[in-house]
């Protein structure tokens, strides 16, 4: 089954940068999508940006948009999300997802009911 481990979560000032990882396993490397997902106070979970192996175009949600940067490693099965420029509202528990997937990275990213299996996942606090 697959399982994730996310790291790297922590308290940031406007303006800074975070590395999020995410150690992924039992992920068979053939039609897959992984990507990271947030959750803020009071709000719905939302996806931020994902990768798919049908395509290998990255899926990025605009608010996050040339800040944000998902790479994944796949000889260390871990996954990245290097985070710039971030602002108060990026505040949130942000999540690792991983998935068996021969779909687009965007389709999985815009309904966070395909991830069958989250993480703990990590807080990112922003402060102003």
């Known amino acids: 089954e697959v399982q994730v481990e996310e790291s790297g979560g922590g308290l940031v000032q406007a303006g800074g940068s975070l590395r999020l990882s995410c150690v992924v396993s039992?992920?068979?490397?053939?039609?897959?999508?992984i990507g990271w997902f947030r959750q803020a106070p009071g709000m719905d979970r939302e996806g931020v940006s994902c990768?798919?192996?049908?395509?290998?175009?990255?899926y990025y949600r605009d608010s996050v948009k040339g800040r944000f940067t998902i790479s994944f490693h796949n000889l260390e099965n871990t996954l990245y999300l290097q985070m710039s420029g971030l602002k108060p509202e990026d505040t949130a528990v942000y999540y690792c997802?991983?998935?068996?997937?021969?779909?687009?990275?965007?389709?999985?990213?815009?309904?966070?009911?395909?991830?069958?299996?989250w993480g703990v996942g990590t807080r990112v606090t922003v402060s102003s």
């Open positions: 039992g992920l068979k490397l053939d039609d897959y999508v």
């Open positions: 997802a991983a998935s068996q997937w021969d779909r687009s990275a965007d389709l999985y990213c815009r309904n966070y009911h395909h991830v069958d299996r």
């Open positions: 990768i798919s192996s049908a395509d290998w175009d990255p």
